[in-house]
């Protein structure tokens, strides 16, 4: 059974910066790929970054595309979500999902191509 934490959410002011990092156990990290998914009050969850199982491969919604960078970190278990540039759009709680999927070319949007969940964490940015 993999666990997921996610951590780094809090409130900031549009143009600032947040770094999210997901803590992956349970399973090989190197077995997993790694996505970001966020849902804002009142609206269904939403894909927002997704990254390979070896790290070579991103994919990003068109929302945050320029502005959030998706990295992964082998030796620590950990997922990263850098956001910049932020803007009052992005305020959501955001999850962090992991799939045991070779490939998620077509799929990497998709909820239920994910197996495992976080709990969220809050990220609010005022204007």
């Known amino acids: 059974q993999v666990q997921l934490g996610e951590s780094g959410g809090g409130l900031v002011q549009a143009g600032g910066s947040l770094r999210l990092s997901c803590a992956a156990s349970g399973r090989t990290f190197s077995t997993l790929a790694m996505g970001w998914f966020r849902q804002a009050p009142g609206n269904e969850r939403e894909f927002v970054a997704a990254?390979?199982?070896?790290?070579?491969?991103?994919y990003y919604a068109d929302s945050v595309k320029g502005r959030f960078t998706i990295s992964r970190d082998g030796p620590k278990n950990t997922v990263y979500l850098q956001m910049n540039s932020l803007i009052p759009e992005d305020t959501a709680v955001y999850y962090c999902a992991a799939t045991p999927r070779t490939y998620l070319s077509g799929t990497y949007y998709r909820i239920d191509v994910y197996d495992y969940w976080g709990q969220g964490t809050q990220v609010t940015v005022s204007s």
């Open positions: 990254i390979s199982r070896g790290g070579g491969v991103t």
